[in-house]
C-alpha cells in the first residue's frame, strides 16, 4: 500500500507575517508622528516640562547634599512635595497654589495645636475622644466649605488644611510635640514654594495675563472669520450634489473658520481659568496696573461668545436640508454681503484695539453697519411677500418707467392669500363639475369610478399645494439667513459697549488714526 506525502508551504506563513510586521510598523509610524505633532503644536508644554523638573532637582538638592540635609532635617522632605504639587504652568497658578498651601498649613497647624492642648487638659480618657471628634468637625467644616461658590478657588487651601491637620494633631497625639510639627512642615513648604516660584518667573515665564489677552484676541478674528466664510458660502452657486447637510455637522474640512469658531464657544472655562490666575500675578509687561480688570476680559468673552452662537446659527442654516435657489439669494446678495463686511470689520477692529491695548474705533463704522442692516430690513419687507408667492423669479422693479406706488401695488397685488382664494374657488368648481357629471351620465357608471377621479384629483392638488409649501420653506429659509445676520448685528452692538467698558477700566490709549 503506497503512502501519500502530503506537504504545506510556509510561503502563506511568512506572508502573513510580514503582513503583520509591516502593519506593526505603520501603526508605530503613526504614533511617533502623532506624538511629534503634539509636541510641535505648543513649544510651552516642553518648556513647562524642564522647567519642573528643574524646580524639583534644586529641591532634591537640599536632601541628597549631606550638609545641607543636616541643616534642615530629614523634614525637608515635604519641600519636595510643595514643589511637586505647587508648581503650574502659569506664574499666576504657581502663586494661588503655594499661597493656598502656606495658608491652609498655617490655619490647620494652629487649630491642631489649640484641639491638642485642650484634650490634654482634659486627661487620657477625655484625649482620644476628643481628638476624633475633631478630626471629624475638621473634615466636615472643610470639604462642606470647598463646595460654595465663593471658595471653590480655594478648594487645595481646604484640601492641605484638613490634611496637615490630621498630621500634626495625631503626631502630637503619639509623640507629644504639635508645635515642631507645624514649623517643620512651615519652613519646609516655604522653601518648596519659593524655588518654584523663582523658577517659574526666572525661566521662560508664562504669565496667566498674557494668555488670557491673546486667547480673546485670538477669538475675535476666528468670530469675524467664520462669519464672512459662512456668507461667502451661503451666496455661492453650489451644486446640489456637492451640498454638505447637517448629517455631518463635526467634519467640515474646508471650513477651518467653522472650527476656529466653535473652539471659541468652548473657550468660557479657560478664560474664566486664567482670569483667575491672572489675579495672582504682579504687575508686568504691558499690564502694569495693580488692580487690571481681569474679570472684564471675562465679560467681553461671555458677550462674543453670544456672538458665536448667531453664526452657528448661520452656518446650521447654509448646511440645511431646505435651500432656496441661487437665482434667489442673488436677490439680496449685496445687501447680505455689505452687512456681513461691516459687521465682520468690525469685530476686527475690536480685537485689534484688544490686541493693541488702544481704541480706534469710530462712530462713523458703526453708522456704516447701522445703515447696511437697515438695507437689508428694508429690501426683505418689500420683497419678502412677492417671494412667498413666485415661481422662484424675483421681481423686477423699474423705477425709471414705473412710479413707487405701481410697484408696491404690483407686489401687493401677488399677496398669498388671493392665490389661495383662487385655488379653493378652482377646487370647488372641480367638484362640482364631477358631481353633475355623474349624476346625469350615460350609460349610467358606478359610483366609485366618480369617486376615483375624484381621489385622484384631490391627490394632484395636495401634491401641488405640497411643492408650493416646500417653495413656501425655501423662501422661509432665505428670510431666516437674513433675520439672523440682523440679529448678530444687535449682539455686536453689545460686544461694543463691552469692549468700551474695557477700554476705559485698563486705560486703553486712544488712536484717532484710523
Known amino acids: ?51 519642573a523638573g528643574l524646580a524639583v532637582l534644586l529641591v532634591s538638592l537640599l536632601i541628597l547634599f549631606e550638609a545641607l540635609c543636616q541643616v534642615f532635617g530629614p523634614n525637608i522632605v515635604w519641600a519636595i512635595l510643595t514643589a511637586v504639587l505647587v508648581f503650574e504652568d502659569t506664574v499666576g497658578a504657581t502663586f494661588n497654589r503655594g499661597f493656598n498651601r502656606a495658608l491652609g498649613t498655617l490655619v490647620a497647624g494652629i487649630l491642631a495645636i489649640v484641639v491638642a492642648e485642650t484634650a490634654l487638659s482634659c486627661g487620657h480618657v477625655a484625649e482620644p475622644i476628643i481628638i476624633g471628634l475633631s478630626i471629624f468637625m475638621i473634615a466636615v467644616i472643610t470639604s462642606y466649605m470647598k463646595t460654595w461658590p465663593p471658595l471653590v478657588q480655594y478648594e487645595y487651601g481646604f484640601r492641605v488644611a484638613l490634611l496637615t491637620y490630621c498630621l500634626i494633631i495625631v503626631s502630637d497625639y503619639r509623640m507629644g510635640n504639635p508645635i515642631r510639627t507645624m514649623f517643620d512642615r512651615l519652613y519646609s513648604i516655604a522653601i518648596g514654594g519659593i524655588i518654584s516660584m523663582l523658577v517659574n518667573v526666572s525661566i521662560f515665564p508664562l504669565w496667566a495675563g498674557d494668555q488670557l ?15 464672512e466664510e459662512c456668507v461667502k458660502k451661503y451666496l455661492e452657486d453650489v451644486p446640489e450634489k456637492s451640498k454638505v447637510t447637517m448629517a455631518s455637522i463635526d467634519a467640515f474640512p474646508d471650513e477651518p473658520a467653522y472650527k476656529r469658531c466653535q473652539s471659541s464657544l468652548n473657550s468660557g472655562s479657560k478664560l474664566e ?16 496696573h495693580i488692580s487690571y480688570p481681569w474679570a472684564q476680559y471675562v465679560n467681553v468673552g461671555a458677550v462674543l461668545r453670544y456672538c458665536a452662537y448667531e453664526v452657528m446659527a448661520l452656518h446650521s442654516i447654509v448646511h440645511a436640508e ?27 477692529i475690536l480685537g485689534r484695539d484688544i490686541s493693541r491695548m488702544e481704541w480706534s474705533l469710530k462712530n462713523s463704522h458703526i453708522n456704516r453697519l447701522h445703515s447696511s442692516i437697515k438695507r ?19 421681481p423686477i422693479l423699474d423705477n425709471s418707467s414705473k412710479s413707487f406706488a405701481n410697484n408696491i401695488s404690483h407686489i401687493f397685488y401677488h399677496l398669498p392669500y ?4 383662487a385655488e379653493q374657488v378652482e ?10 357629471k355623474r349624476l346625469y351620465s350615460w350609460p349610467p357608471r358606478e359610483v366609485d369610478a366618480f369617486e376615483e377621479d375624484s381621489e385622484k384629483n384631490i391627490k394632484l392638488l395636495a401634491g401641488e399645494r405640497k411643492a408650493k409649501a416646500l417653495e413656501s420653506t425655501a423662501i422661509l429659509s432665505l428670510t431666516n439667513f437674513a433675520f439672523s445676520l440682523v440679529e448678530f448685528v444687535a449682539r455686536v452692538d453689545h460686544l461694543i459697549e463691552a469692549v468700551d467698558k474695557l477700554s476705559k477700566m485698563a486705560k486703553f490709549k486712544p488712536n484717532d488714526g484710523l
Open 213 to 227: 489677552h491673546k486667547e480673546l484676541v485670538k477669538n475675535f478674528h476666528s468670530v469675524a472669520d467664520s462669519l
Open 427 to 436: 377646487c370647488y368648481h372641480e367638484i362640482t363639475r364631477k358631481q353633475l
Open 322 to 348: 431646505i435651500q432656496v435657489p441661487y437665482k434667489l439669494r442673488v436677490v439680496f446678495q449685496t445687501e447680505i454681503q455689505e452687512a456681513s463686511n461691516q459687521a465682520a470689520e468690525i469685530v476686527r
Open 1 to 51: 500500500m503506497e503512502s501519500i506525502e502530503i506537504s504545506i508551504p510556509t510561503k502563506p506563513e511568512l506572508h502573513e507575517s510580514g503582513t503583520k510586521s509591516g502593519a506593526n510598523k505603520a501603526w508605530l509610524r503613526d504614533q511617533i508622528q502623532s506624538v511629534w505633532d503634539f509636541c510641535k503644536e505648543d513649544t510651552g508644554r516642553e518648556i513647562f516640562a524642564l522647567k
Open 418 to 421: 388671493q392665490r389661495e382664494m
Open 376 to 394: 437689508l430690513q428694508r429690501s426683505m419687507y418689500f420683497q419678502y411677500s412677492y417671494l412667498l408667492t413666485s415661481t422662484f423669479e424675483p
Open 273 to 288: 481659568t486664567l482670569a483667575k490666575s491672572a489675579k495672582w500675578e504682579p504687575p508686568h509687561g504691558r499690564f502694569m
